[in-house]
């Protein structure tokens, strides 16, 4: 008999369908990784939901294994009917995904990144300048400055004025994707129920078709005109270096069709897959430092004594600045920006420590209740970059950095980790260079307390 991990028991048909959580889905692994143990199980209608609470078991299967955990669950919602299977996070096991894989790891690998960094560094100023002249809009900057650096980098798109077009087709998808489309956790009554994709759009009911007809031609959009003018580009040779131009210009005279298919959904898989963690982790950051001014005084300490205070910081500095590392650690990990990574899908059936896996399952990485491990990080839920300066043994130094967690892992581990490090650390090393960030104040001059909450979809 097959012995199946433990887990909540469920319905008898619908399985856990009312255990799961809309939100704060980590929250509740993280209360069934406590009572059950390091591999949790659900079910819905029979699919397999796999929680792997341990890094231990996580590096066992989606690293050792990972030739059999490294596929996408299929949504019918999302990616056949809003055509989001050529983004590549979503992209199905194979040849598709392994082509644009190569694509992004010539771009994204760590000396690649190098050439960005003078683009990096001049993006910074005009960013510090317009925190400076309407702090509160701050996440609106951090978007505008992700939002920029990313289309510089990847199309060599310089953005001049705050209604960019490309800038405005990429806020219309995120909110769309954000908003609407996963809202729900990115399950739609269709992925359950498939065969609801050939009713026709004016039937009642069928408000989700007609939907996504007009999300998937913005997906589109999204892919294709920022795309449309890098092409242009080419013709008269006029185009800065970036991902595009480079991988365009090694194949010379023979881009073929389906390279430039690649190449489009690679760009646009890199734009959309960088803006919500990088403005996720920038915006914890900012309120960490809000709660926290001690550790902002002390890290600002660090750089005036580094580096003077007549310019800002450079990723050269990086390794001359080990508090600020710590406070970027302490960032990641904190309120992880990614809290149960994005699904890998069981391709074979498998079995662990005597437990049954069933094929076709979604497994999730538990990032948050990882990075919440007694052990590695005593007093998980206080804010201590402290903690990194405790002298311990290599091991351990390797397993409590988060960067080891918070990108996913084996097959589909975030290619943009080396670029996203870089910017997040240039982000957080300038504004405490240039700024002091606290809290906001009322009418009467009293400083409003923040209220933290932290609300991501399930997916994140
Ligand atoms: C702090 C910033 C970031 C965080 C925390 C983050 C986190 C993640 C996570 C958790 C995954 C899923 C990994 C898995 O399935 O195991 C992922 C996938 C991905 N990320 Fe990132 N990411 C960040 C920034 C970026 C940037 C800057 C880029 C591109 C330039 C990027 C591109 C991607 C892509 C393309 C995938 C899909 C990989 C695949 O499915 O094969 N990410 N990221």
Known sequence: TRI????????PLAGNVLDIPMTQMWLAATKWAKEFGNVVYLHVFGLGIIFLNDSETVFELMDKRGAIYSDRPHLVMLSELCGAENILAFTHYGDQLRRGHKLMHEALHP??????QPLLEMESLPFLRRLLSKPSAYMDHIRRYSGTLTLNVIYGHQVTSDDDEFLTIAEECGDL??????????????DVFPFLKHIPA????????????????????FAEKPFASFKSKTETGDWP??????LWQREGQTVN????FDLKWAANTMYSGSLDPTITVVSQFILAMVLHPEVQIKAQEEIDSVIGTERLPNLDDRPFLPYTECVMNECLRWTSPSAVGLPHRLMEDDVYKGMFLPKGSLM?????????DEFLFPNPNTFDPDRYQEKVDEETERKRDPRGYVFGFGRRRCPGMHLADSTIWLLMASMLAALDLRKAKDENGNEIEPVVRINNSVLT
């Open 4 to 11: 199946y991990p433990p887990g909540p028991r469920g319905l």
């Open 111 to 116: 000396i690649a990144i190098k050439t960005y």
């Open 177 to 190: 994707f954000a908003n609407h489309l996963t809202a729900g956790g990115g399950v739609w009554m269709v």
């Open 202 to 221: 004016w039937f009642p009911g069928a408000g989700f078709k007609r939907k996504a007809v007009v999300w998937k031609a913005k997906f589109e959009e």
């Open 241 to 246: 270096p970036c991902f595009c131009s480079t």
């Open 257 to 260: 069709p389906q390279m430039e």
């Open 364 to 372: 999730f990485a538990n990032i948050w209740a990882m990075l919440r």
